[in-house]
């Protein structure tokens, strides 16, 4: 019986917070499977153009592969490298070029043990402001 008014105070000052707090639940953007898959067709129109042979990884906000794509002649590992770069820029929330520099820098070397993999190639996906995904690209030159 004593667990009781625990629980009841506790339950009074958990409804208290909620009403001067923010709402309990929030709305997010997703990537949809047709926004991603146009992200990667628009990247590989930019290859072509650029005579750039590039693969690429899209993930959403929780960092799950949501599209990836290979051009023909892609090395067998660009994927793979893609993935990294998008899964570094979605953890760091920023353009891997941005962290690439910091650790070149010395000023954070925590992405280097942390097992990232900051090289130039890959950006956050941001809508109004909230970052919705991340999209990683590998076999061209920088971003």
Not at 35 to 48: E, P, Q
Request: net charge neutral; charged share 15%.
């Amino acid at each position: 019986m004593r667990i009781l008014p625990c629980v009841l105070s506790l339950s009074i000052v958990f409804t208290a917070s909620l009403a001067e707090a923010q709402a309990p639940t929030t709305d997010i953007k997703i990537i949809s499977s047709a926004g991603a898959r146009a992200m990667a067709d628009a990247c590989s129109a930019w290859a072509v153009q650029n005579k750039q042979v590039v693969a690429m990884a899209i993930l959403d906000w929780g960092g799950h592969l949501i599209e990836s794509h290979a051009m023909e002649g892609a090395a067998a590992n660009a994927i793979d490298t893609a993935l990294l770069k998008a899964k570094s820029a979605l953890r760091w929330r920023r353009a891997t070029s941005e962290t690439n520099k910091i650790v070149r820098s010395g000023e954070n070397l925590a992405p280097t043990f942390m097992n990232d993999f900051p090289q130039p190639g890959a950006l956050p996906v941001m809508v109004n402001g909230q970052i919705v995904g991340a999209m990683g690209v590998s076999g061209a030159d920088g971003e």
